[in-house]
């Protein structure tokens, strides 16, 4: 095309005219008078004035161009002019951070050398024009509220990564972080930034004074005197801490709060905003000007209603002015000046944006009259400012600036063709196009105007004994009453207002979800589509690169707001599809998982590396879903020693590479408020080949072969005749229903893959400022009870009091404001039904993806993991404001998720132990409380059985405390005086979470106990293996505390200062847990199945009797010997030994002994006592501790130690109080021994008189042992434990021992202990008469 002057031959698109001849035909139907004044009336001569029509030259076509020209060069500065406004200034015209030697560190810099991200511990960058005489002025954006300091620096400053600006003579700073101003020294200064807030950093070089202002309000001179004269200059400069980020606006945009007086470091664009101004003027008047032919007059009409008909004068006539105006309009400065603000007063009326067309019909116009880089360049500015405007608007109480801009982006992105370029082109390649779905937080409650919006604050005020709050206070005062109904009434107020600016938002992504415009290429929703799964790749696999995250506050945002768009098409596309199912009930199918049409990057999958999966499960794959892997790509991911999986091709490489020629395209997501970060200090990665497409073979069996995401058309997603799409391969046991358009189930795939990356845990964050709310209530209600109890005489404490009542009731009304604020973005019950309708997408999912068999294998991790998280944040995030149990379904819920736990926590298909693990203890979790054991309870019989066979296999070879911990709580409630919540000697002490599964109320369940009585008395093999794995770790477990004991002792005898790590006192403290949770399963099982200790005839019974015996005694002997070291330590009570007490492990000891000794059958109880009795470690003084008995011997126990509380170093180590060696022997009166008798509370009547009966039948059964206890030679003892007499001899090799010894030895060897000849078979011995 030929360049843009102003002549006779328009140059643009459709419009070049051949001649004059050819013009006077094309605008026939205007004659000559009525055009020239058609354009008189729309290009005004200035200089004319008023001057009559008829005396005015006469205006065409030819001399436009001319006349166009004279017009917009009136009023041009002269060169001499231009050069006088630069005076007081150094450096290059535009303006830019230094990023070739103006800086210190390792730091992010934008593209447009504006936006820096800290990537060492304090970097440092100034930019490239300094100041030296006159105001100037310059903004930071504030992309993250951390450490930076920023302001002014000379160029003598010298940085490093410990000193930054205003740590140096010469330089000046303001610390928003620390809210304090710096300049080698530092003093408290302005107010508290925060993500989203604007600085405007100001110097006036004529008086020597330093300001700063936040978000247009001054703080105040921070610097006044400040370093003048010959040789110094000021230059912007900032330093910030690692993963910091800011944006600088030097003046390259229009300044947000310009300050009278002051101009910015680089001059505004003065020519070209006079011109934009004259041209959007001309525009202006075409729009509101309509030639009536017939009439042959100009009349005056609303431009809003402004069609882009095709009439050739107008048309003509906007491509001179579009001649001019089109390059002006791809400058940033006048696209936010000029172009946006005109936009912007469009939609200013109010109503819908359908309401205004006339942004669609300009949109037209921009396609039509300027080239394809000039409209691709304006659009990019456009939204870039709009971003940034929505973003860094200040937030008021009706959220209007917000509203505002969001508006205006909805009525661009209606147009087809710009909405298309800007989804392909901008949206998630050059803009943090998500903060678009982001309403950020008010940090300052004042400023966002929640005061007059919540005039009225309240927070609960009652609580009961664990600190939680009450559900229902029965006894709410009326003053109460009125001002939590006021509060709530502020709160609806202020949702109702953030629902508007999410419905708009939800209305931009309706836009970008649509699938019907296919007139302009491909639909929309297919390239959000591939751009999307390139989003959540970049924050799946970015994990060396943290500036390419999404931030997780905009990923909760973005969520829900998709959430809503997806379900309203899903449920569109079954009002015309009625077959189809409706989004309640959506899931995604399991060929998603194994057919390679998805790219899950290197997610894991449950049956391990996709790679592995390919090999192993390939005939399972032909066989059940008529899938053939492609060879090349099993042979490829065969060689490929790396944790690449070959399905995702180009994820483990940068899309877009072979786009661009195999150049890399910059990452999408990044830390700047607009731009993407092209890191301008690090290397790129090589870039390997995209793999190609291939035909499809034949239908019957489909060869797959993974396609980039890059690749993929609509076919490919959606399928076409003979083609299932995105749901290519359904295994047999898929229905064969439509479930809806394929393109949406990848989206709510990428759904629950967002939830899993940082969603979840966003919404576990913010849950701290409900948990502030509730500790500032207790300690304000605290130190209101203490001032009613303070004396009147101590009027000194009652100020102090006062003054923190006071502190307490302004941080609480600033932050139950703050809490309305995010109870309505991210807690409202509108949020809550988004996360349970993804549970249950889960759920359905997990579900279909288990039917398939093997194929199970190769559906993500992530799916569990959400099914799992999404449970617990409604559980534990959105109450009590919003309670679980009015959830549409909620028990049927409950049960599905109990059938997946219980099913998959030992399923052999999946394979990875982080998952294994996390199932494990969400079934721990579930048991713990009551509605969800009940879910457990109602899965199919089956299922429940064959979950307590799992939870019994041995306790060897696989992560068994958890399990313990899930049969401990089946148990819970039944044992002997294990009602309890928390321990007897802890009631005192404030738990640190009343909601810990562990501190639940006992829920004992039957059903399961029956269940696993059932399976341990059928399968006696099981329940050997079984009993024999719980008394080894036992045995373990319990060793290893009495050896940590020792230790903690030992340090404590020292005469010096001793250090115990903390690390060493929570091994300890859970190696005693563990003792009693092993202790606590024992008592269940000879509860519940007493024939495998006390039936003989079964195989193993006596040699699981002998043994539990012999713990039993060690553990009562450890535990209630003289002076013993169990005693002292407990009394020294030291942190992070609290759980240790007498009263636990004694008390689950005693149940096992009731259970045995005086619940049992007769002949059950004399086995039990003879074998207890037998075992050489019995001394009876020990059970008569149980009641406080036993004389001297157990009165001597009660050991004490000085009153030297335990200090807690800061740095972890523990201070162990020394305490004299014999410290128990002495000690004061008061400090009783143990006695089940003092727990009148937790264990009953009928529980004691069980004891005092098993003490009298060990009395007296021990005394008639003694009697008839004949004196053994040590010839006839067993010469492996000197403890029993001879009872059994091997064969073929005649070696002699006791039972006990050779069963415990067979059990895990078969060779003789004496000649290593393999024992076939053991018979009884007894000794003959004569010898």
């Not at 006159?134 to 002014?152: D, H, N, R, T």
């Not at 006192?1065 to 847990?1073: I, N």
């Not at 206890?1269 to 000197?1282: F, K, M, Q, V």
Request: charged share 25%; hydrophobic share 40%; net charge negative.
């Amino acid at each position: 095309m030929s360049s843009k002057g102003g002549g006779t031959a328009l140059t643009r698109r459709n419009y070049r005219l051949a001649s004059d001849a050819d013009k006077a035909r094309a605008t026939g139907i205007v004659n000559e008078k009525l055009l020239s004044d058609y354009l008189h009336h729309v290009f005004p001569s200035t200089k004319q004035g008023p001057a009559l029509a008829s005396l005015r030259k006469p205006l065409g076509f030819q001399d436009l161009g001319a006349h166009m020209e004279r017009l917009l060069s009136e009023g041009e500065p002269t060169e001499e002019s231009r050069d006088q406004l630069i005076d007081g200034r150094l450096g290059p015209q535009t303006v830019v951070l230094d990023h070739t030697s103006g800086f210190e560190g390792l730091l992010f810099v934008d593209d447009d050398l504006l936006g820096v991200i800290g990537h060492s511990n304090f970097s440092s960058i100034r930019a490239t024009t300094c100041v030296y005489k006159g105001k100037w002025a310059y903004e930071v954006l504030i992309s993250s509220q951390g450490l930076m300091q920023i302001g002014w620096c000379t160029l003598n400053c010298r940085f490093n990564q410990e000193e930054g600006v205003g740590d140096t003579p010469d330089s000046y700073a303001y610390d928003g972080n620390r809210v304090r101003k710096w300049n080698v020294t530092t003093t408290n200064y302005g107010k508290s930034w925060a993500a989203g807030d604007i600085v405007s950093c100001l110097i006036d070089l004529d008086e020597g004074t330093i300001t700063f202002c936040l978000n247009g309000q001054s703080l105040g001179t921070a610097f006044s005197n400040i370093k003048m004269g010959p040789g110094i200059a000021y230059f912007p400069a900032i330093s910030l801490s690692f993963k910091e980020s800011v944006a600088f606006n030097f003046g390259s945009r229009p300044l947000r709060y310009p300050v009278e007086g002051y101009l910015p470091l680089q001059n505004p664009p003065a020519v070209d905003l006079v011109k934009a101004h004259k041209l959007l003027g001309y525009i202006k008047t075409v729009l509101s000007t309509a030639i009536d032919t017939q009439e042959e007059r100009l009349v005056e009409k609303d431009c809003a209603s402004w069609m882009l008909h095709g009439e050739p004068t107008v048309l003509i006539t906007l491509a001179h002015i579009f001649n001019h105006f089109a390059p002006l309009m791809c400058k940033v400065y006048l696209v936010e000046d000029v172009l946006m603000s005109f936009l912007l007063g469009i939609l200013e009326g109010g109503g819908s944006v359908d309401e205004h067309p006339l942004i669609q019909q300009l949109l037209d116009l921009f396609w039509l009259l300027m080239e394809d880089y000039e409209v691709n360049e304006c659009l990019k500015q456009l939204m870039m400012s709009l971003l940034r405007a929505y973003r860094f608007s200040p937030i008021i109480p009706d959220l209007g600036f917000q509203i505002h801009y969001l508006r205006l982006t909805t009525a661009i992105l209606r147009h087809e063709k710009s909405r298309k370029y800007l989804l392909s082109n901008v949206l998630f390649d050059v803009l943090r196009s998500v903060v678009f779905f982001y309403i950020k937080t008010p940090l300052r409650v004042k400023e966002a105007g929640l005061e007059e919006l919540i005039p009225t604050t309240w927070w609960p005020t009652r609580f009961d004994k664990e600190g939680k709050n009450e559900r229902e206070p029965k006894d709410e005062t009326a003053d109460e009453r009125l001002r939590r109904r006021a509060y709530e009434r502020g709160c609806q107020r202020l949702k109702k207002r953030i629902e508007v600016v999410e419905e708009l938002q939800v209305q931009i992504l309706r836009l970008l979800l649509n699938n019907k415009d296919k007139g302009t290429g491909e639909a929309s929703r297919y390239i959000f589509l591939n751009k999307f799964r390139k989003f959540l790749q970049e924050n799946a696999s970015n994990r060396g690169h943290p500036t390419a995250l999404c931030p997780p506050e905009y990923m909760v945002c973005f969520l829900h707001r998709l959430v809503t768009a997806v379900r309203t098409y899903w449920d569109e596309g079954k009002r015309t599809s009625p077959s189809s199912i409706s989004s309640e009930d959506a899931y995604v199918p399991p060929q998603l998982f194994y057919n390679g049409k998805v790219d899950y990057f290197d997610l894991q999958r449950l049956g391990g590396l996709l790679s592995h999966l390919k090999k192993a499960l390939k005939d399972d794959l032909a066989s059940k879903a008529n899938i053939i892997i492609d060879p090349a790509e099993i042979q490829a991911t065969s060689m490929d020693d790396l944790d690449e999986d070959e399905e995702s091709g180009a994820a483990q490489r940068p899309f877009g590479a072979t786009a661009m020629g195999g150049a890399l395209a910059r990452p999408s997501w990044l830390s700047s408020p607009t731009l993407g970060r092209a890191n301008r200090f690090l290397s790129t990665a090589a870039v390997s080949l995209m793999t190609p497409r291939r035909p499809l073979a034949p239908p019957e069996k489909v060869k797959v072969r993974t396609l980039a995401v890059e690749q993929r058309t609509e076919e490919d997603i959606e399928g076409s005749h003979g083609n299932d799409g995105l749901l290519l391969g359904r295994p047999l046991e898929e229905p064969d229903q439509p479930i809806a358009e394929k393109s949406l189930l990848e989206i709510v795939d990428g759904i629950v893959m967002m939830y899993n990356l940082s969603v979840h845990q966003q919404l576990g964050k913010m849950v701290v400022v409900s948990d502030d709310v509730h500790e500032y209530a207790v300690a304000l209600k605290d130190t209101e009870e203490k001032i009613a109890r303070c004396p009147a005489r101590r009027p000194d404490i009652l100020d102090e009091l006062q003054k923190s009542q006071k502190v307490f009731a302004e941080k609480l009304n600033h932050l139950s404001r703050r809490l309305a604020w995010i109870n309505a973005t991210i807690y409202s019950k509108e949020k809550m039904l988004d996360v349970y309708w993804l549970l249950r997408v889960c759920i359905r999912t997990i579900e279909h993806a288990d039917n398939t068999g093997s194929l199970f294998a190769f559906a993500p991790e992530f799916y569990l993991n959400v099914a799992m998280n999404a449970y617990s944040a409604l559980k534990n995030y959105f109450s009590p404001a919003n309670s679980m149990e009015e959830l549409p379904g909620y028990e049927e819920t409950l049960t599905q998720l109990a059938a997946i736990l219980a099913k998959h926590f030992a399923d052999p298909r999946i394979v990875g132990t982080d998952i294994k693990d996390s199932l494990m203890q969400a079934l721990a979790s579930y048991v713990c409380y009551p509605q969800s054991l009940r879910a457990v309870e109602r899965i199919p019989e089956e299922q429940r059985v064959a979950m307590m066979r799992n939870l019994l296999a041995p306790y060897e070879q696989r992560p068994w405390a958890q399990t313990n911990w899930i049969l401990v709580r089946l148990w819970r409630g039944c044992g002997f005086g294990y009602r309890y919540t928390r321990l007897p000697h802890l009631l005192k002490t404030k738990p640190e979470d009343a909601n810990l599964p562990s501190l639940q109320k006992p829920c004992p369940s039957l059903l399961l106990q029956r269940h696993m009585a059932e399976l341990l008395s059928m399968d006696k093999e099981m329940a050997a293996s079984f009993l024999n794995s719980v008394l080894n770790q036992l045995n373990w477990a319990f060793s290893e505390f009495i050896g940590m004991i020792q230790e903690i002792q030992q340090a404590a005898e020292r005469p010096e200062r001793n250090f115990v790590d903390t690390r060493q006192l929570k091994v300890c403290a859970t190696c005693f847990d563990l003792s009693v949770s092993l202790l606590r399963v024992l008592e269940m099982t000879v509860t519940l199945v007493p024939e495998i200790f006390l039936d003989w005839s079964r195989p193993s019974a006596e040699l699981l009797l002998r043994r539990l015996a012999q713990l039993l005694n060690q553990v009562l002997n450890r535990v209630t010997a003289e002076r013993n070291l169990f005693d002292r330590v407990v009394n020294l009570r030291l942190p992070g030994l609290e759980s240790v007490d007498h009263y636990p492990i004694l008390v689950a000891v005693t149940g096992i002994l009731v259970q045995i000794l005086v619940e049992g059958e007769r002949q059950g109880i004399s086995r039990a006592a003879s074998v207890l009795l037998s075992d050489p470690c019995f001394q009876l003084h020990s059970i008569q501790h149980l009641l406080g008995e036993g004389g001297e011997a157990s009165s001597s126990t009660a050991t004490t130690t000085p009153n030297i509380p335990p200090v807690a170093e800061p740095q972890g180590p523990t201070v162990v109080p020394s305490i004299p060696p014999a410290a128990g022997a002495t000690g004061p009166a008061d400090r009783k021994h143990f006695s089940l008798h003092a727990y009148t509370d937790y264990i009953s009547e009928e529980e004691e008189r069980k004891v005092e009966r098993m003490l009298a039948f060990l009395t007296e059964e021990s005394k008639q042992a003694a009697a008839s206890t004949a004196p053994t030679s040590e010839e006839d003892l067993c010469p492996i434990c000197y403890a029993h007499s001879i009872s059994a001899i091997f064969k073929p090799c005649s070696h002699k021992s006791c039972k006990a010894c050779i069963n415990q030895h067979l059990m895990n060897n078969k060779d003789c202990f004496f000649c290593k000849a393999t024992i076939t078979g053991v018979e009884d011995y007894s000794k003959p008469a004569g010898s």
